[in-house]
DNA sequence: GGTCGTCCTGGTCGGTTGTCCAAGTCAAGT
DNA sequence: ACTTGACTTGGACAACCGACCAGGACGACC
């Protein structure tokens, strides 16, 4: 096989770590698995990676590095918050639709990093990423159909990771795609209710939110 | 060590592998580990089990079974809206906050059962009995606070579990059970706003909703 | 008290896993 | 051309896994 050097080694590992335990399970994500399916013999893994477990981690991280510039790819125009809020959850709901191997594997690799000490940091890794790129996506809410929120943004964050998490659990586990759409969507009209209209000052930085002036976010 | 016959044994050996997965995770209940928690000796669990997996089959249903059974112990008397509402609530989140192990290993058992085609049946299984369950609770809210639904009852049940999922997802991740439960009384209220009184006839059998004239639960 | 079926024991087997290592291969620098 | 260092190879190892089995121990029933 040609000779490459390591970093670059280091993420067609990676990328081979993402492709097995997508399609069949972080468990079936070996060392034997991933190096056939990266085509190289094993020994090539841990000259790269000093355990299995840095490889998980590293692979681990790629996904939340993925997820997170994918979830700002998508950024529509100046609209109203109907428009707005309905296609970032279209959006969303396909994105995920269309991945359910991904999908699955980051359930698993959060339920294994709560249970093994060495995966400790991937879970809460995955979840400040999450929150913080929905934070982001409803600052963009913010901006296209100029609102504010009656709570924290970030308890706001929290709940739509919260509710994202449940139905496509329920969708992994019963296929039921249209459901899991139909109940996002009716979470969006819920989202609505919490906002404000915000008129003033092409950008608004902060502080748009009425009520509730005990902001708690570190 | 004391002889049973093979239906106790069963029990007992369904009882040590829930200690174990709920303890050290589901890669953890090996069949030497359950059987070292049991105090027998490895060959029983292939005396009462003709595989790992009918264990862990059965362990699995006897998690459901507890859940749903669980779920309907607490029962309020006639009471208002948001009395029942916010106590339901604040039951179910302190038993799961109380059961930090079990409630891990369930989102294990699903995950696993999404990818190995010989526990195919558990997740489905786990989460008809969830949503099941949560339905019932529902139909006692109906009942005790004299309310129907302006969407069908079982599409609130998907949605309640959809929510419980999430947030538990996030607070076994980062343990700020404090955000969760406040989270979850947030959707408490919006559930509120789900419900429309109905006054007339002491038993309401089915039909209490208004609008929405295509109910299709089957 | 003897017999028979139920239950238990502990070792063994083949297979898989993560990890390691001695040797081999290749390209670049002198 | 030769050396040096980076990269690769494939086998070996101990540990662990699920499964299996020959045999021992126990209690109930005739």
Redesign the pocket.
């Given at each position: 096989?040609n000779?490459?050097?390591?970093a670059e080694?280091r993420e067609q590992l990676i990328e081979a770590a993402l492709a097995v335990a997508s399609r069949d399970g972080i468990d079936a994500a070996?060392?034997?698995?991933i190096a056939a399916e990266a085509g190289?013999?094993?020994?090539?893994?841990?000259?790269?990676f000093q355990?299995?477990?840095e490889l998980l981690r590293a692979m681990a991280h790629a996904i939340t590095s993925q997820n997170l510039a994918r979830s700002l790819g998508d950024l529509p125009e100046r609209a109203d918050l109907d428009t707005v809020v309905d296609g970032v959850i279209d959006a969303l709901w396909t994105g995920i639709s269309e991945s359910r191997g991904p999908q699955l594997l980051s359930y698993e690799l959060t339920t294994s990093s709560l249970r093994h000490a060495e995966l400790n940091q991937v879970a809460i890794e995955q979840y400040r990423g999450q929150w913080s790129a929905v934070e982001q996506v409803l600052e963009l809410i913010e901006r296209t159909a100029q609102v504010g929120w009656t709570i924290p943004r970030s308890l706001v964050a929290r709940a739509v990771v919260a509710v994202i998490d449940g139905y496509s659990l329920a969708w992994l586990v019963d296929g039921d795609g249209e459901q899991a759409r139909a109940g996002l969507q009716g979470f969006g009209q819920f989202l609505k209710t919490l906002t404000v209209p915000v008129a003033l000052e092409p950008d608004v930085d902060e502080r748009a939110a009425v009520g509730a002036p005990d902001g708690a976010t570190a």
């Open positions: 096989m000779r490459l050097p390591v080694r070996t060392v034997r698995a190289v013999s094993l020994g090539v893994v841990h000259y790269c355990d299995k477990d």
